[in-house]
């Protein structure tokens, strides 16, 4: 016997809720898992990962070898990766963060308190999606489409992941808001790449 509309609709989304609620017990759990596997040395290391003038080097770098590949067309490569930079980090705060409005861990009232944060800080209110998984996995798609060199694709991605956890280390984003950043930023940065590529193909000598 069929079951009726008026029916359906209901267990649809009793059913719906329990999924999320279990996402988000499994979320949690990992986060913790994480979060609590930490030491004096592995702080003074994560403090450093986040901080974005630890990676200046890096990306000057970075920045020899694209001008090494594309000579006085590099400007194409820094036009490209700063319009993505900006998409990615706009994108995951107005498109999710605050249509989202996920609390943190280290701002969840039920949880703040048994959270490892570092140096006492926590960001802004919400964390879904992780804006830092979302920009680094968006430069790192752009860029490995760009050099194509499966050495380099695994050192970036290493180098994406590790970024990321630190940012569940430091107790500001639960892993499902990495996991959201990084499907994020890796979506842009193919995005991204195929306006670049058909650009300098059409336009750049």
């Given at each position: ?156 991605y290493l180098w ?27 979506f842009l940065g ?16």
């Open positions: 016997m069929p079951v009726s509309y008026d029916r359906a609709v209901p267990c649809f989304y009793i059913f719906a809720i329990s999924m999320i609620e279990l996402l988000k017990t499994i979320d949690t759990q990992l986060f913790f898992f994480f979060n609590r596997n930490h030491s004096e040395f592995m702080d003074g290391v994560m403090s450093a990962v986040t901080s974005k003038y630890t990676w200046v080097p890096f990306y000057i770098i970075l920045l020899f070898f694209a001008w090494r590949k594309t000579k006085r067309n590099v400007w194409l490569v820094i036009v490209s990766v700063a319009v993505l930079i900006t998409l990615s980090d706009q994108v995951s705060v107005h498109l999710f963060k605050e249509i989202f409005q996920r609390y943190r861990p280290c701002h969840n009232l039920l949880l703040k308190d048994k959270v490892h944060v570092l140096d006492g800080y926590c960001g802004g209110l919400y964390g879904f999606v992780s804006s830092h998984a979302a920009n680094t996995f968006a430069l790192t798609t752009f860029l490995i489409f760009f050099f194509r060199n499966k050495y380099f694709a695994l050192f970036m994406a992941a590790f970024v990321s956890y630190s940012r569940v280390y430091a107790g500001v984003h639960y892993p499902f808001d990495i996991l959201g950043g990084m499907t994020l930023g890796i193919l995005i991204v790449y195929k306006f670049y590529f058909h650009y300098s193909k059409k336009y750049v000598n």
